[in-house]
């Protein structure tokens, strides 16, 4: 390593041996996961009856009016540009009206979009006329480009967080908003709502801004003081770049390339998250007030079911460091973590108590999340799954299809089958019986990167991608899935899903 490259990681925060490390998983690779079975509804994914709705919401309740500390997490740091590719390539095309279908429906239905007016007013000050009259005389690219350039509204570099979203009365909102208004209305406690984004450094006075405006206006609304703070991606959790040989890949100037970790690096600022209980859930699945009291309801849902099952676990932990137990006690505890937590060790029977008592002090000693699953609509996304761990149990996992070996025929049809998806609809608990939080990178599992080609000004290059933040980046923690309506879900991937109804 060169001087300057020492000088590089320093400044970054990323020590020698991480780099070695990287290197060194770029020549051996990751092992694909071993899979047992995708889970279904009573085989890992519990589908609650409408009493047990009903209790799992009182429950939340009653935790929340405990005063404990609940905080909401948006990883938002997402740029809005993918939003918009088939409207950056129209404005590149070689011909002027909508052609494709994509195109001939964003440009016929475009007063229905939230923006609508923002972008005239854009239209009206850049070409000294309106979106109708610039589209009457067949000036579509006019009306593209004043969305994408920063002269007008700026959206093909805008995060996805301040784009406008819904249409209301009093005037449009976006995602950001959605997610205050949220906050009040389920993560509530005390009179208080704590929101957090993480967002990309350059996007961060934009989100500040945001907030300063509207934020007084949610909490007379909703009668919550709001506490929203943000985070930014460490560059300590960027990975080196190599070239296709492995050597390190420079740049021009002769430094090295390092990029994002993806959003298993967001691990260590959920980590310092002083909460109990944290939601997480993706910045751009957000609807409409009208479509609201579902989604809260099966946020309550959810939570209800792990403040739960936390409970009951540490209970049976207070047991065990009591030592008032026998056998029989012993046994009860296996079966809640086997059938509530859903993890199983084959070789069980055969652990002598003593064993016993370190294993399942393990089990039941650990950060827990609730995933909300959907039925699988084939949306892009992860899938519920049984899979083997590094310790030999067998546990629920969400996985992308870049953990799976694509040539093991029976792992793709699994993944293909699969009934449910996730679709990052997370509640986590992440302090122990004494309320000492969980160090949360500790339960990691490193095996569980990826590495994908991508290339830099035409060089090809690979890139290391960290476990993922719900995927290999939560892999040691206790999982339990719940079914939950595919209402609660509408992630918004291009600006025509906008369009969709429940946007509307």
């Given at each position: 390593m060169q001087q300057q490259d020492i000088q590089q990681l320093k400044s970054k925060g990323i020590s020698e041996a991480q780099i070695e490390k990287q290197i060194q998983q770029f020549q051996t690779g990751f092992p694909f996961l071993k899979i047992e079975a995708p889970a279904s509804i009573g085989?890992?994914?519990?589908?609650?009856?409408?009493?047990?709705?009903?209790?799992?919401?009182?429950?939340?309740?009653?935790?929340?009016?405990?005063?404990?500390?609940?905080?909401?997490?948006?990883?938002?740091s997402g740029a809005a540009s993918r939003m918009f590719k088939d409207i950056f390539s129209f404005v590149d095309a070689d011909y002027d009206v909508p052609t494709t279908d994509f195109e001939k429906k964003f440009f016929a239905e475009i007063e229905k979009f939230a923006f609508y007016d923002a972008l005239d007013a854009a239209c009206q000050k850049n070409e000294g006329k309106g979106i109708k009259a610039l589209l009457s005389e067949g000036n579509y690219k006019a009306v593209a480009a004043n969305m994408l350039k920063a002269e007008g509204l700026n959206y093909g570099q805008l995060p996805k967080g301040m784009l406008l979203f819904h249409k209301y009365p009093e005037g449009p909102r976006t995602p950001m908003e959605e997610h205050l208004v949220e906050g009040a209305l389920y993560a509530a406690s005390k009179g208080e709502a704590n929101v957090h984004f993480t967002v990309s450094h350059e996007h961060l006075p934009y989100f500040k801004q945001k907030v300063a405006d509207k934020m007084q206006q949610y909490a007379d609304k909703y009668g919550v003081k709001y506490n929203v703070s943000f985070s930014e991606q460490k560059p300590s959790t960027d990975t080196v770049a190599v070239n296709p040989d492995n050597t390190l890949f420079r740049n021009a100037d002769g430094s090295l390339l390092f990029r994002p970790g993806?959003?298993?690096?967001?691990?260590?600022?959920?980590?310092?998250?002083?909460?109990?209980?944290?939601?997480?859930?993706?910045?751009?699945?957000?609807?409409?007030?009208?479509?609201?009291?579902?989604?809260?309801?099966?946020?309550?849902?959810?939570?209800?079911?792990?403040?739960?099952?936390?409970?009951?676990?540490?209970?049976?932990?207070?047991?065990?460091?009591?030592?008032?137990?026998?056998?029989?006690?012993?046994?009860?505890?296996?079966?809640?973590?086997?059938?509530?937590?859903?993890?199983?060790?084959?070789?069980?029977?055969?652990?002598?108590?003593?064993?016993?008592?370190?294993?399942?002090?393990?089990?039941l000693n650990r950060p827990m999340r609730v995933c909300g699953v959907v039925k699988n609509v084939g949306e892009p996304g992860g899938g519920p799954f049984l899979t083997y761990n590094q310790d030999g149990t067998v546990s629920l996992q969400i996985l992308e299809s870049s953990q799976i070996d694509k040539s093991n025929a029976e792992y793709m049809r699994m993944f293909t089958e699969g009934t449910h998806f996730n679709p990052v609809d997370l509640v986590c608990a992440v302090k122990d019986a004494s309320g000492k939080p969980y160090n949360l990178p500790d339960y990691v599992d490193p095996t569980t990167g990826f590495i994908s080609s991508k290339s830099k000004n035409g060089k090809e290059l690979r890139a290391l991608e960290l476990p993922g933040l719900w995927n290999g980046a939560m892999s040691d923690w206790s999982t339990v899935f719940v079914e939950v309506p595919l209402g609660t879900f509408n992630p918004v991937k291009t600006v025509n899903d906008l369009l969709r109804d429940q946007h509307q």
């Open positions: 085989k890992g994914i519990m589908a609650p009856t409408e009493s047990e709705v009903a209790g799992y919401v009182k429950a939340w309740e009653d935790y929340k009016a405990s005063g404990k500390k609940i905080v909401k997490f948006v990883p938002a993806g959003h298993g690096a967001l691990i260590e600022n959920l980590n310092e998250i002083d909460a109990d209980v944290i939601f997480i859930k993706n910045i751009d699945n957000v609807v409409p007030d009208r479509l609201k009291p579902e989604t809260v309801q099966w946020k309550q849902v959810i939570a209800g079911v792990l403040v739960t099952l936390q409970k009951k676990a540490f209970e049976y932990l207070g047991v065990l460091e009591s030592g008032r137990y026998d056998h029989a006690k012993l046994e009860e505890m296996i079966r809640f973590v086997q059938q509530d937590l859903c993890c199983r060790k084959s070789d069980i029977k055969e652990l002598e108590d003593a064993e016993l008592v370190i294993y399942l002090k393990q089990k």
